[in-house]
């Protein structure tokens, strides 16, 4: 069996693994800003316990970690042995990292083409 490869090929394999580098630094990073954003922005919006809108105030993307700073939050999600839990975070955060892998795979299939 024999594979031959002509310059051409070879050329626009570069260009696309060049592409795909940049899509690890540059593009990669603003997909993940802008999720981080969006995933803060979505646990803000109902199903979220909202009594005084504390909870709702607390809740941030820092750039590196979505987190809800209302010291009750955990009681919240979790519930406790007095109250059943209201889960409002983890499973719009699930959601979120799930339309972040599926926007990774899309840039990634745009630039192989």
């Known amino acids: 069996m024999q594979i031959k490869l002509n310059l051409s090929d070879k050329r626009k394999l570069v ?6 580098e940049k899509l690890s630094t540059d593009d990669f990073r603003l997909l993940l800003f802008r999720s981080g954003f969006t995933i803060a922005k979505d646990i803000k919006l109902p199903p979220i316990p909202v009594d005084t809108g504390n909870l709702r105030r607390n809740v ?12 009750y939050s955990g009681f919240l999600e979790f519930g406790t ?7 409002y975070f983890y499973f719009k955060v699930n959601k979120g990292i799930k339309i972040l892998i599926a926007n990774v795979e899309t840039k990634i299939k745009q630039i192989m083409r």
Not at 60 to 71: E, L, N, P, Q, V
């Open 60 to 71: 941030r993307f820092d750039g590196k970690s979505i987190r809800s700073d209302a010291k």
């Open 81 to 87: 042995k007095f109250m059943a839990a209201q889960p």
């Open 15 to 20: 260009r696309k693994l060049e592409r795909l």
